[in-house]
């Protein structure tokens, strides 16, 4: 990195730090005061228990939670790839998840949300590593949309 990268990037951080710029993560940072505040809704299937896994991961397990989050999940699959003699090589796994946090005391929402997001997987091997790789596909959308989640919740004023 040359002396006047350096001077750009220390000079840009400095602008940042004078306009009141905070870290989410960092003392004072918005994310400091959701942890263990916000309980999640009871999964119904797989793909809600790893959303609901990511979503204690960054937002903590509810401890003292004076807020509730409650996620809706759908989940579509288009074919994407074909061979040549017509079968289906490779799927598009697209989710969307409607959400909505109220406060525990008086169910008023304080925040919502929708979030897209989608992954892919391969269907050209048997039909146990296919249906291994779907599970695996869902799984990371699911990770996907609740990292969206967590950042939306994040950067807000709950």
Do not use: H, K
């Given at each position: 990195?040359?002396?006047?990268?350096?001077?750009?990037?220390l000079a840009a951080f400095a602008a940042l730090a004078g306009c009141g710029f905070t870290p989410v993560y960092g003392p004072g940072g918005s994310a400091e005061g959701l942890r263990g505040r916000i309980d999640i809704v009871d999964p119904a299937?797989?793909?809600?228990?790893?959303l609901v896994r990511r979503l204690e991961e960054r937002l903590g397990i509810a401890e003292a939670a004076d807020l509730n989050l409650q996620a809706d999940i759908r989940i579509t699959e288009d074919s994407v790839g074909f061979l040549p003699d017509g079968?289906?090589?490779r799927f598009n796994v697209v989710g969307e998840v409607a959400w909505q946090v109220a406060r525990v005391s008086d169910g008023a929402v304080v925040a919502n949300g929708a979030?897209?997001?989608?992954?892919?997987?391969?269907a050209t091997s048997t039909t146990v590593a296919t249906a291994f790789a779907q599970r695996d596909a869902r799984r990371?959308?699911?990770?996907?949309?609740?990292?969206?989640?967590?950042?939306?919740?994040?950067t807000r004023e709950l």
């Amino acid at each position: 990195m040359s002396l006047s990268d350096r001077r750009a990037f220390l000079a840009a951080f400095a602008a940042l730090a004078g306009c009141g710029f905070t870290p989410v993560y960092g003392p004072g940072g918005s994310a400091e005061g959701l942890r263990g505040r916000i309980d999640i809704v009871d999964p119904a299937d797989e793909e809600g228990f790893a959303l609901v896994r990511r979503l204690e991961e960054r937002l903590g397990i509810a401890e003292a939670a004076d807020l509730n989050l409650q996620a809706d999940i759908r989940i579509t699959e288009d074919s994407v790839g074909f061979l040549p003699d017509g079968e289906i090589s490779r799927f598009n796994v697209v989710g969307e998840v409607a959400w909505q946090v109220a406060r525990v005391s008086d169910g008023a929402v304080v925040a919502n949300g929708a979030e897209r997001g989608f992954t892919s997987y391969s269907a050209t091997s048997t039909t146990v590593a296919t249906a291994f790789a779907q599970r695996d596909a869902r799984r990371r959308l699911m990770v996907i949309l609740a990292d969206r989640i967590a950042s939306d919740l994040m950067t807000r004023e709950l």
